[in-house]
């Protein structure tokens, strides 16, 4: 078979190996593809039979130009740059690769707490300038300290993400209000309960941390009604999708002091735009989208994605989104 990775860079650098996929057939792995070029992307697939895209939008246009594509592989969990209902008319299965990333992203979305309650990079170049050298005192810190233990956080998608998440934030001795469609009562203990309303939740948690897909209920979940609802001084957390925040709206809050600070590895448009309000925006750590990808969250997905591709040639689809 012919198998064509269109964007395969943030999967692998170059630290990982293809040798998995390589295994199954005549592989190409391109770095990056043009998203906006059609052309480039019926070219670069031409007779494959296995495509693979992380980015890389899949259209009607494209299926009706390459009748050779059997698979669709999505490196990714959300699988919204492919026309899944367009591959499913011409038969195709489009797979993704769910949970991959469960413990790096819950990780990663602690880490963003942390810096902000501790500011330990801004502290460490402080120190590298030569401030405490200077300092008259044996210690110094220039931003509020803040401690977690007793405290409340408040996760709004409460599935794999949400519940490593909130191991980690009830370890610190943090009590976790879950808010979810689904109630597994096997998490429910002495510091983690369910909430059936948001405005509870809202009104209730010194943290706040957005782990939900985006769906059209939860888009703009974050915006000035319940920003108002909110405890002054709340921390906002989001590394799921950014267009779950209005960030005119949050940059608002954080100006104001009504939102004590943020922290963000997603905003509404990827790569970030120079104009996004949210970069002149006070106590607002912004990462690139890296919650998911340590080596072994990487690892795992390229794994996944020969499986699936290996359960597909055994007649046996797993994954399967459409």
Same mark, same amino acid.
């Given at each position: 078979?012919?198998i064509?990775?269109?964007?395969g860079?943030t ?7 293809w %040798?998995?996929?390589e295994a ?8 990056? !593809?043009?998203?906006?070029?059609v052309?480039?992307i019926i070219?670069?697939?031409? $007779?494959a /039979? ?9 259209s009607?246009? &494209?299926?009706?130009?390459?009748p050779g ?5 999505v490196?990714? !969990?959300?699988?919204? #740059?492919v026309?899944?209902? *367009?591959?499913k008319?011409? =038969?195709?299965? #489009?797979?993704?690769?769910? %949970?991959y990333g ?6 990663? +979305?602690? =880490? ?12 460490d170049q402080a120190?590298?300038e030569g401030?405490?050298s ?11 300290l ?5 405290? !409340?956080? =408040?996760?709004?998608g409460? =599935?794999r993400?949400?519940? *490593?998440?909130?191991?980690?934030a ?24 369910y #909430?059936?309303?948001?405005?509870e939740?809202?009104? /209730?948690?010194?943290v706040?941390a957005l782990h939900c897909?985006?769906?059209?209920? !939860?888009?703009g &979940? ?5 920003i +108002? ?8 957390l989001n590394? %799921?999708r950014?267009?779950l925040?209005?960030e005119?709206?949050?940059r608002?809050?954080l $100006? ?6 943020a922290?963000?590895?997603? &905003?509404s ?5 120079p104009d @996004?309000?949210?970069?002149g925006?006070?106590?607002?750590i912004?990462t ?5 990808? %340590? ?5 795992r997905?390229? $794994?996944? +994605?020969?499986?699936?591709?290996e359960?597909?040639m055994d007649? @046996?689809? #797993?994954n399967?989104? @459409?």
């Amino acid at each position: 078979m012919k198998i064509v990775v269109l964007d395969g860079y943030t999967l692998n650098p170059g630290d990982l190996d293809w %040798s998995g996929l390589e295994a199954l057939g005549q592989c190409t792995v391109y770095d990056r !593809t043009p998203l906006t070029d059609v052309e480039e992307i019926i070219r670069r697939i031409g $007779d494959a /039979e296995i495509v693979y895209t992380n980015k890389t939008p899949l259209s009607a246009e &494209v299926f009706d130009a390459c009748p050779g594509i059997r698979f669709i592989g999505v490196l990714a !969990t959300g699988y919204n #740059v492919v026309d899944i209902q *367009a591959a499913k008319a011409k =038969g195709i299965p #489009v797979c993704n690769i769910p %949970s991959y990333g469960t413990a790096a992203v819950g990780q990663f +979305a602690i =880490g963003l707490l942390l810096e902000i309650c501790h500011h330990i990079g801004h502290h460490d170049q402080a120190v590298k300038e030569g401030r405490w050298s200077s300092n008259p005192d044996w210690c110094f810190w220039d931003y509020p300290l803040i401690e977690l233990d007793g405290k !409340t956080m =408040g996760i709004i998608g409460y =599935g794999r993400i949400g519940q *490593a998440t909130g191991r980690i934030a009830q370890a610190m001795g943090m009590h976790v209000l879950a808010y979810d469609t689904y109630h597994d009562e096997e998490l429910v203990n002495g510091q983690c309960r369910y #909430v059936d309303d948001l405005d509870e939740l809202f009104k /209730e948690s010194d943290v706040i941390a957005l782990h939900c897909p985006l769906f059209k209920e !939860t888009e703009g &979940v974050i915006n000035k009604d319940n920003i +108002a609802k909110m405890k002054d001084g709340v921390i906002i957390l989001n590394n %799921s999708r950014g267009p779950l925040i209005v960030e005119d709206d949050l940059r608002e809050a954080l $100006d104001s002091g009504k939102v004590g600070a943020a922290g963000l590895d997603v &905003v509404s448009t990827e790569p970030i735009r120079p104009d @996004n309000p949210l970069l002149g925006a006070k106590n607002c750590i912004i990462t690139p989208h890296i919650s998911w990808a %340590s080596k072994e969250s990487r690892q795992r997905l390229m $794994d996944l +994605a020969v499986k699936n591709l290996e359960a597909f040639m055994d007649g @046996n689809v #797993v994954n399967r989104v @459409n």
